[in-house]
């Protein structure tokens, strides 16, 4: 069985770039969420999409964005990178209450 | 792989001894309350969750104690073994809906001695 998958992994960008990564969920999960985990932290809380709608958003700026496609994938975007944008960005899919993580896309802004 | 946790608390325990992990949360209406171990270049693992309406909950070498009095979570591990070497969060959230937004806590890594 195929977990959550996400694309890159790794990734090198310049400040003032954009970004798109890309997450596919477990099979039958209808729930994706995004967090941003930056090195020596926990995870932290950016969005959440279920049946393609945006179920949550944490507090961070507009840069952020992201969607869900009819097959339940999804992609976070993040313009006008900052250094602080740095981070391992990791998507979660979920059936019921558990979440399940992917890898993560190790984002390294220069 | 790139470590999550230079900076984080570290729990140095012999193999074979048991294993504490202790977590404060905040917010007292969160219902639902997991931990997650992070090895080194991967994402986040679930190992045990646990609902308010309980204060302990077994798994295969792992127990949670849940004290909602004092807002504490612990992860218990028994006989720890090299393979239990990582970062260790604790996430909280409230409702039972899917996807349900994690507050995760600041992590505690655990270093197993051979």
């Known amino acids: 069985d195929a977990g959550v998958t996400q694309s890159p992994t790794h990734l090198i960008k310049t400040r003032g770039q954009h970004v798109t990564l890309r997450c596919s969920p477990i099979?039958?999960?209808?729930?994706v969420s995004w967090y941003q985990q930056v090195l020596g932290q926990g995870p932290q809380f950016i969005f959440q999409?279920?049946?393609?709608?945006?179920?949550g958003r944490g507090n961070f700026p507009d840069r952020f964005s992201a969607r869900q496609f009819p097959n339940y994938s999804s992609e976070l975007n993040v313009n006008a990178l900052l250094l602080g944008d740095s981070a391992l960005y990791l998507c979660?899919?979920?059936?019921?209450?558990?979440?399940?993580f992917g890898q993560g896309t190790r984002l390294t802004v220069v | 792989g790139e470590s999550v946790g230079l900076h984080l608390p570290t729990l140095s325990v012999q193999e074979g001894d048991n294993s504490i992990i202790n977590c404060a949360y905040s917010?007292?209406?969160?219902?639902?309350f997991i931990w997650y171990k992070q090895e080194s270049g991967k994402g986040p693992q679930f190992i045990i969750d646990?609902?308010?309406?309980?204060d302990k909950r077994q798994g295969q070498r792992v127990t949670v104690l849940l004290n909602k009095t004092v807002k504490h979570l612990s992860l218990q591990i028994a006989a720890t073994q090299p393979g239990d070497s990582a970062v260790y969060f604790c996430?909280?959230?409230?409702?039972?809906?899917?996807?349900?937004?994690?507050?995760f806590g600041g992590g505690t890594r655990v270093l197993v001695k051979p």
């Open positions: 979660a899919s979920s059936l019921l209450s558990e979440a399940f």
């Open positions: 099979s039958g999960h209808k729930s």
């Open positions: 999409y279920y049946e393609k709608e945006e179920r």
């Open positions: 917010n007292s209406a969160s219902d639902y």
């Open positions: 646990i609902r308010s309406n309980m």
């Open positions: 996430a909280e959230t409230q409702g039972r809906a899917a996807g349900n937004k994690l507050t």
